[in-house]
């Protein structure tokens, strides 16, 4: 099989990109807070529809305001933004107060990569709020729970272990985007199952949850888990040994059905809720939306265009390298302004040879679009 780049062309090259934000905020300040319905185009997620409204009935009609449209600056902005990437990629925008709904390929399942420790870390809280477990409750990690890339505790497990409790290990895993700190707590609730069933049980939608990190990466790069691959080297030096045939065909299996994919649209319809008490304690809500806005990761994705007197808490995910295309280059979070209101924002980019500075060009213009047409 020949691996062809997504798009042969030459680079576009920074002048473009530039031009390319200014025009997001050229749209977006252009319309104002205009709120017209969303035109009919392909790539537009229609405003979600009031439950139990149906024009169908004129009852209804009568007696129901109409469902809230998308303000057409954010629309023109996030499709013109789509239509000027090289890649496979959806973009999603909710408004968590109005809750209405912009989106560019938001019911395409994405790869997720490290964005699905939310799904994790939601798990652990529900638990907690169900009295099954504290977050002072320790929790020891071993050489045999370590997994592979970014796992900053590793340096701290020696001897018989390292002893951490359940609130350090969510804050390295969501902070750190430590892949280590969250299998373990993804071992003690129960494994990948009982994420799936959370996420199954609190109406998440078309969000799917992998086999755990250690097995996800190693069936995206080819490879069968071994656990030596845990330390040193080992996944890197086995990864390298393959065929590129078998590097291909892994990394195209990965991008055309991920395990852990989700549509963008489900992912900020779970911010939202989250944001809106319906999925944890006020206690736990509060506790990982403000963990969110301490993330370390990421601070020139969609974190990087949010303005002084704004808050963010976010989650990014980023998949493996293959012939300088990335599988997974996503930024999701609750973008909160000063007066109070927020939006749900997932960017993700499930496949593309674009270099990291005009991923993060698009991710800027995203976040810009929104806070332009909030103003």
């Known amino acids: 099989m020949a691996f062809i780049p997504l798009n042969p062309k030459e680079k576009v090259n920074a002048v473009h990109h530039r031009a390319l934000f200014g025009a997001a905020m050229a749209i977006a300040a252009l319309a104002g807070c205009q709120t ?28 129901m305001p109409l469902p809230p449209a998308a303000p057409a600056a954010l629309v023109a902005a996030v499709n013109e933004l789509a239509r000027g990437f090289d890649g496979k990629l959806g973009i999603a925008v909710r408004s968590i107060d109005l809750d209405w709904q912009v989106a560019t390929n938001g019911d395409i399942p994405l790869p997720q990569q490290s964005v699905s420790k939310l799904w994790v870390a939601m798990t652990v809280l529900d638990a907690a709020d169900q009295g099954r477990l504290r977050l002072d409750d320790p929790v020891k990690v071993t050489r045999e729970d370590l997994t592979l890339f970014h796992q900053p505790i590793a340096a ?29 707590l993804l071992r003690l609730v129960g494994g990948p199952e009982a994420v799936r069933g959370f996420i199954r049980r609190k109406g998440l939608g078309t969000i799917k949850f992998g086999p755990g990190e250690r097995l996800l990466q190693s069936q995206t790069a080819g490879l069968l888990w071994q656990p030596e691959f845990a330390t040193g080297n080992g996944f890197i030096r086995a990864r390298a040994s393959l065929p590129l ?31 809106r008490g319906a999925i944890l304690s006020a206690p736990s809500t509060r506790y990982l939306i403000d963990t969110m806005e301490l993330a370390k990761t990421g601070k020139q994705r969609l974190a990087g265009a949010v303005p002084p007197g704004w808050r963010f808490g976010h989650k990014t995910g980023t998949g493996q390298d293959l012939a300088g295309r990335t599988a997974g280059y996503n930024d999701v979070g609750i973008l909160s302004a000063p ?6 924002i997932a960017v993700m980019i499930g496949d593309t040879p674009r270099p990291v500075r005009e991923r993060q060009a698009l991710m800027h213009a995203v976040v810009a679009s929104v806070i332009a047409t909030h103003l």
């Open 36 to 63: 017209t319905q969303a035109p009919q185009m392909s790539r537009t997620a229609l405003p979600v529809p009031i439950p139990g409204f149906s024009l169908a009935s004129p009852k209804a009609a009568a007696s």
């Open 156 to 184: 701290m497990v020696r001897g018989d272990g390292y002893q951490a409790t359940v609130g350090e290990l969510l804050q390295r895993a969501l902070t750190q985007s430590d892949n280590t700190a969250n299998d373990r």
């Open 245 to 275: 045939d078998t590097r291909v065909k892994a990394y195209q299996a990965y991008v055309a059905d991920p395990p852990d994919g989700a549509a963008p649209v489900a992912v900020t319809a779970a911010l939202a809720k989250l944001k």
């Open 339 to 344: 007066d109070g209101r927020s939006y749900a």
